[in-house]
């Protein structure tokens, strides 16, 4: 398994899908996960994508296969995006492609912010407004997943997530899959990075943004959404119907699709 040195011994995996004519020098799409996810939540995507660009999944520090982080560690924006930054330099690739669902979402909109000449377009799937839930909130949240443990979490909100039309199969798939996630990493970084305000960053945003949400999503309605992409001047938001609000794992195929549409139309020269 593919896994990235970083400092102070963490090891960062993340895997490569590449199926372009070898012949060619394809654009590469960096795909970052959610909460509680990993480079497996975008088995949906894989195949809509590969055959024409490089994808590249990682894992981020504290989830998946990369290593868990105490329950103390400091996180920031800064230091997850310099991971992937620290990821893209180590595979050679200069100018990319970025999409984040969930988290990933807020967390990229800060990304392509503070790191424009790395971040060709951005694309933001599900995720959340800016600013999210305030302190108590927060703290009932870490206290929820630290004494009731993440299958309790997950299965209490898999409703909102998936919606009321994703297979009984396919939920409980989702809820034992963000289950394994290493608690102390999850208490940690519900705490800091799952409620972070970036409402700084949106005007900074300069690429083409492409944003997809639901017409019910339980994050934030379709105006509440609108509201901060026509902060960006080249965005465009696609809404689809249902009530998922994690739009990337109920509709891979129409969310590829149109990320596919989107990158086709900017590409890197």
């Given at each position: 398994?593919?896994k990235l040195q970083?400092?102070?011994?963490?090891?960062?995996?993340?895997?490569?899908?590449d199926y372009t004519?070898p012949?060619?020098?394809?654009?590469?799409?960096?795909?970052?996960?959610g909460?509680?996810?990993?480079?497996?939540a975008?088995?949906?995507?894989?195949p809509?994508l590969?055959?024409?660009?490089?994808?590249?999944r990682?894992d981020m520090?504290?989830f998946?296969?990369?290593?868990?982080m105490?329950?103390?560690?400091?996180w920031?924006l800064?230091?997850?995006i310099?991971?992937?930054?620290?990821l893209?330099?180590h595979l050679g690739?200069?100018?990319?492609?970025l999409?984040?669902?969930?988290?990933?979402?807020v967390?990229?909109?800060a990304?392509?912010a503070r790191?424009?000449?790395?971040v060709?377009?951005?694309?933001?799937?599900?995720?959340?407004?800016?600013?999210r839930a305030?302190?108590a909130?927060?703290a009932a949240?870490?206290?929820?997943?630290?004494e009731?443990?993440?299958a309790?979490?997950?299965?209490?909100?898999?409703?909102?997530?998936?919606?009321s039309?994703?297979p009984?199969?396919?939920?409980?798939?989702?809820?034992?899959?963000?289950a394994r996630?290493?608690?102390?990493?999850?208490?940690g970084?519900a705490g800091?990075?799952n409620f972070?305000d970036?409402?700084a960053?949106?005007?900074?945003?300069?690429?083409?943004?492409?944003?997809?949400t639901t017409?019910?999503?339980?994050?934030a309605?379709?105006?509440?959404?609108?509201?901060w992409?026509?902060?960006v001047p080249?965005s465009?938001l696609v809404?689809?119907?249902?009530?998922?609000?994690h739009?990337?794992?109920?509709?891979p195929?129409?969310?590829?699709?149109a990320?596919l549409?989107?990158?086709r139309?900017?590409?890197?020269?």
């Open positions: 398994m593919p970083l400092p102070q011994g963490v090891e960062l995996f993340f895997a490569v899908d004519d012949w060619t020098t394809p654009e590469t799409i960096l795909l970052c996960h909460n509680n996810e990993s480079h497996r975008w088995y949906g995507w894989v809509h590969a055959r024409h660009y490089r994808v590249v990682p520090r504290g998946g296969d990369s290593t868990p105490p329950r103390d560690f400091s920031t800064d230091i997850v310099d991971d992937y930054v620290r893209m330099d690739i200069d100018k990319f492609h999409v984040g669902a969930k988290i990933g979402g967390i990229n909109r990304f392509a790191k424009p000449d790395r060709h377009t951005l694309t933001v799937v599900g995720s959340p407004p800016p600013v305030d302190a909130t927060r949240r870490v206290r929820e997943v630290e009731q443990g993440i309790h979490w997950a299965r209490r909100s898999m409703g909102a997530r998936l919606g039309q994703f009984k199969a396919g939920v409980e798939w989702w809820i034992n899959y963000m996630t290493d608690m102390a990493s999850e208490a970084f800091t990075i972070s970036i409402s960053d949106i005007p900074n945003i300069r690429c083409p943004m492409l944003v997809i017409q019910e999503s339980g994050l309605s379709v105006e509440q959404t609108r509201a992409q026509q902060q080249q465009e809404v689809l119907p249902g009530d998922s609000f739009a990337a794992a109920t509709d195929d129409a969310c590829a699709r990320l549409d989107f990158v139309r900017h590409p890197i020269l």
